[in-house]
C-alpha cells in the first residue's frame, strides 16, 4: 500500500519527524515534489543527518526515490549520498528519468527575480526551484533522462543557454561571461559538468522511470511511502499565490509527481502534518500571525500588541523558530481552522499528525482562529485569492492552556497520558476537520511522538 504524508500548512510542519517514525514500516520513500528548497534532519543512532534533498528513509536502508515531479540538483544530490556513503551509509537513491534538473543558471535567475519582483517577492530559498518549473512547463527543461546521453544534452543546452544569456543580459543587465558565475551560463562549462552528472547517475544505477518502479515494488508486496515537502498553503495551485513554491504539495502530486494512478495513491492513506500553531518563512498575509517580522511580515500585517510579540517571542523560543542559517526570526500565528479545512478538503486526508503540542505547553488560554471575517461575512475556509486573504481577520476560540510535563513518558504511556487540556484541543482538531488522529508530536527525539495508529 503508499502512505502519503502532506504538510497541511505553510512547510515546516516536522513531516520529517513523521516520515521517519512511519518510514520504519515501509520499503520505499518516494518524494514527488519539490527539490533542495525541503530540509530535514535525521537522527539515527548517535549520528543526526541534515538532508535537503534525498529522500530521509535512504539514511535507515530503505530504497529513496526523487519522483518525476521533483526538481533535481546533481550537485545538491551527490553531496548527500557521498556525505552518507563517508559516514558509513550505502544509501540506495533513485531517481526518475523524467525528473527535471536544476541548473547554475536557475539559481541565479532565482536570486534576481527575486529582486526585481520587490513586494510580489515570496521570499524563495534560492535555489533555483521556481526558475526551474518554468521551464519545465516552458518545455525547455533539462531531464534526468538526458543528462545520459550526450547528444541530447549538448541538443537541449545549445537551444536553451542562448535564451537564458540574453534574459540575463538583455532584461537584468548582467554580464553572463562574468568570472564569478562560474559558468553559469556558458554551453560547453555545462556539457562536461552535466554529462559528468549524468555518467554517475548511470554508472551507479540510479536512474529508473519511477511509476513503473514503484508499481513493480507495490506489486511485489512493498510498502511506499510518499514524502510531501513544503505545505498546502504554498502548492502554486491551492496556495497564497504569488507567495507559493513552485509544485504540488497536495496529495494530487503524488500521482502526477511518481506516475502511480490517483486510485493507487486513493486506496492507501493520505496523513496531513499539522503543526499546533503556525510558523512562516516568506511573505504575503498571515491572519493569525502575531508580532512582526521586518522584511517579511506586511506592513499592516501581525498583532504588534505586548502580549502578542510575548506569546510570539514565548513560541519562537520553545519551539526554534529561527532560520536554520539565518538564525532571522520566523513568523508565527495561531492555529488557524480555515486553512486546515481547507488543506483537509484539496488533500482528502484520511488521520492527522498534529506536531509540537509541547512548545504550547505554559501557554494560557491557547487560541485557534476558529474562523474569518471578510467584508463583514463570516468565513470557515480560505478564500481563494490571497488579496481576499489579506482581508480577513481571525475570530478565535480559546482553551484552557496545559503544563508542560514529561513528554517522553507520556509519548511511551500513549494518547491518554496527554493532558487533559491538550486533548481537548486535539479533539476540536479532529472534530473540526472529520479526520482522526494517528499521531500527535510533542517533542524532538524520535521518541517523543504519540502514536495513536500506524497507516501500514
Ligand atoms: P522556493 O520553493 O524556493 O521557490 O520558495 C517559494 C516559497 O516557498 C518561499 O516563501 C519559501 O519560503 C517557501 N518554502 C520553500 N520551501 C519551503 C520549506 O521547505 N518550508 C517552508 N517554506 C518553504
Given at each position: 500500500m503508499t502512505v502519503t504524508i502532506v504538510g497541511?500548512?505553510?512547510?515546516?510542519?516536522?513531516?520529517g519527524g513523521i516520515v521517519d517514525l512511519y518510514g520504519d514500516s515501509a520499503d520505499v520513500v518516494v518524494r514527488y515534489q519539490g527539490g533542495d528548497n525541503a530540509g530535514h534532519t535525521v537522527v539515527h543512532g548517535d549520528e543526526t543527518y541534515k538532508l535537503s534533498?534525498?529522500?530521509?528513509?535512504a539514511v535507515r536502508g530503505k530504497t529513496g526515490v526523487l519522483g518525476n515531479g521533483c526538481v533535481v540538483n546533481p550537485e545538491t544530490l551527490f553531496e548527500e549520498v557521498d556525505a552518507l556513503a563517508e559516514r558509513g551509509l550505502d544509501p540506495d537513491v533513485r531517481v526518475a528519468e523524467r525528473a527535471h534538473v536544476i541548473l547554475p543558471y536557475h539559481r541565479v535567475l532565482d536570486g534576481i527575480e527575486e529582486a526585481e519582483k520587490?513586494?510580489?517577492?515570496?521570499?524563495?530559498?534560492?535555489?533555483?526551484i521556481g526558475p526551474t518549473y518554468e521551464d519545465k512547463a516552458g518545455r525547455r527543461g533539462i531531464r534526468v533522462g538526458d543528462l545520459l546521453d550526450a547528444d541530447v544534452l549538448r541538443q537541449r543546452l545549445e537551444y536553451v543557454v542562448p535564451q537564458k544569456r540574453a534574459l540575463y543580459?538583455?532584461?537584468?543587465?548582467?554580464?553572463?561571461?562574468?568570472?564569478?558565475?562560474?559558468?553559469?551560463?556558458d554551453v560547453e562549462t555545462l556539457f562536461e559538468r552535466y554529462r559528468t552528472y549524468g555518467e554517475r547517475i548511470a554508472e551507479e544505477g540510479m536512474a529508473v522511470d519511477c511509476g513503473a518502479f514503484l508499481d513493480d515494488r507495490l506489486e511485489a508486496g512493498d510498502d511506499v511511502m510518499m514524502e510531501g515537502a513544503q505545505g498546502t498553503s504554498i502548492d502554486i495551485d491551492h496556495g497564497i499565490y504569488p507567495y507559493v513554491?513552485?509544485?504540488?504539495?497536495?496529495?494530487?502530486g503524488a500521482s502526477t509527481g511518481t506516475g502511480l494512478g490517483p486510485t493507487v495513491v486513493g486506496q492507501g492513506e493520505v496523513v496531513g502534518i499539522v503543526k499546533a500553531y503556525l510558523s512562516r518563512v516568506g511573505t504575503g498575509p498571515l491572519p493569525t500571525e502575531m508580532g512582526h517580522v521586518e522584511g517579511q511580515t506586511p506592513e499592516d500585517g501581525g498583532d504588534t500588541s505586548d502580549e502578542a510579540e510575548e506569546i510570539a517571542t514565548y513560541i519562537r523560543d520553545e519551539g526554534g523558530e529561527?532560520?536554520?542559517?539565518?538564525?532571522r526570526p520566523r513568523r508565527v500565528g495561531w492555529l488557524d481552522m480555515p486553512m486546515l479545512r481547507h488543506a483537509a478538503r484539496a488533500n482528502g486526508f484520511t488521520g492527522l499528525a498534529v506536531n509540537h503540542l509541547d512548545v504550547l505547553a505554559g501557554l494560557d488560554p491557547v487560541k485557534v482562529g476558529h474562523a474569518y471575517e471578510m467584508d463583514g461575512e463570516e468565513r470557515r475556509s480560505m478564500p481563494a485569492t490571497t488579496e481576499q486573504w489579506g482581508r480577513c481577520t481571525a475570530t478565535y476560540r480559546e482553551f484552557d492552556g496545559w503544563e508542560a510535563v514529561d513528554w517522553a513518558a507520556v509519548a511511551e504511556e500513549g494518547y491518554d497520558a496527554l493532558p487533559e487540556n491538550a486533548r481537548t484541543f486535539l479533539e476540536y482538531i479532529s472534530d473540526e476537520l472529520d479526520t482522526p488522529i494517528y499521531a500527535v508530536g510533542v517533542g524532538p527525539g524520535r521518541d517523543e511522538t504519540v502514536v495513536v495508529e500506524n497507516p501500514f
Open positions: 497541511s500548512q505553510l512547510g515546516d510542519e516536522g513531516k534533498l534525498v529522500p530521509s528513509g520587490e513586494d510580489l517577492a515570496a521570499g524563495t530559498t534560492g535555489r533555483g543580459s538583455e532584461v537584468f543587465g548582467g554580464d553572463p561571461d562574468d568570472p564569478e558565475l562560474d559558468g553559469a551560463f513554491t513552485s509544485s504540488n504539495p497536495t496529495a494530487g529561527y532560520g536554520t542559517v539565518t538564525g
